[in-house]
């Protein structure tokens, strides 16, 4: 039975989580964010306490719109529920990977599931999924399919621009140099995987690695993380929702 709810207002997609009382998942929504958020949440609450059957369950929020939930009982940072959810999820700690629309987080996590150390990335879009989503709109490619896209790929373009922007004229005019778009999109996933190995670099890492929000979809992301960490990703099963997890279950505790 349904007993809390954690909502992660992202700033490209909201996502919630619904459990029960032995934290497993009972319902689970993800959809893009809207430019009115507060409707939005407002409606989203009210559709996920209909399908669990429960009106008054607890609520959690966390995400770049967290304060724009009225119905949260407690607001909390995206740092606190992504450790707290995938630490529940995986049972264990280590160094997890959040690369989201517009920000991207690298936190380590104790074996007890306390942070130790994280850094985090909201100021440049560059190593972000939005640099992915923008080639991919430019390319007219769906951004689900990029990243086999660029597993594919013979070869590899180096595309030196680190800031989006740039990156998207350099890109246009590869292509219209006549380069192949796989090769393009191959050297778009390395820059943004050099630019999170940075990150990884500045924390305490400790093993294993993990990999969530949004960006944990993309094939390539997860196989060039390995390639250039030399360690193996533990993936949770639902990467997208951790945030909306960990709320759900401070929701619970209380
Ligand atoms: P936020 O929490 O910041 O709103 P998310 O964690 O939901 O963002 O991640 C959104 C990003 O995830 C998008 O920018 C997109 O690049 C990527 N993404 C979402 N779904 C997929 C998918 N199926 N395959 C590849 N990438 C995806």
Redesign the pocket.
């Known amino acids: 039975m349904a007993k809390a709810m954690g909502i992660?207002?992202?700033?490209?997609?909201?996502?919630i989580a619904v459990i029960d009382e032995n934290y497993k998942i009972v319902f689970k929504h993800?959809e893009n964010?809207k430019p009115k958020i507060k409707e939005q949440v407002n409606g989203l609450i009210e559709k996920a306490k209909r399908e669990c059957d429960s009106e008054n369950i607890p609520i959690v929020s966390t995400?770049?719109g967290r304060k724009l939930v009225e119905q949260a009982k407690k607001q909390m940072t995206?740092i606190t529920c992504h450790a707290k959810g995938i630490f529940h999820t995986l049972n264990h700690g280590g160094t997890l990977v959040?690369?989201?629309?517009?920000?991207s987080k690298v936190i380590v996590i104790d074996r007890y599931g306390r942070v130790l150390d994280f850094t985090m990335n909201d100021k440049c879009s560059a190593g972000?999924?939005?640099?992915?989503?923008h080639t991919?709109a430019r390319m007219e490619i769906p951004?689900?399919?990029?990243?086999e896209i660029a597993l594919n790929a013979k070869k590899e373009l180096k595309i030196s621009s680190t800031c989006t922007v740039f990156a998207e004229s350099e890109i246009i005019s590869l292509l219209a140099y006549g380069e192949e778009v796989d090769a393009i999109l191959k050297g778009l996933h390395r820059g943004l995987v050099t630019r999170i190995v940075g990150m990884i670099n500045s924390v305490a890492f400790t093993p294993p690695l993990m990999l969530?929000?949004?960006?944990?979809?993309?094939?390539a992301?997860k196989k060039m993380l390995e390639e250039e960490t030399g360690y193996e990703i533990v993936m949770p099963p639902h990467?997208?929702i951790i945030?909306a997890y960990g709320a759900a279950i401070f929701a619970l505790e209380g």
């Open positions: 992660d207002v992202g700033s490209t997609t909201v996502k993800i964010t995400g770049y995206e959040d690369i989201g629309g517009q920000d972000t999924g939005r640099f992915l989503e991919a951004v689900e399919k990029i990243g969530s929000g949004g960006v944990a979809k993309n094939s992301i990467p997208q945030g």
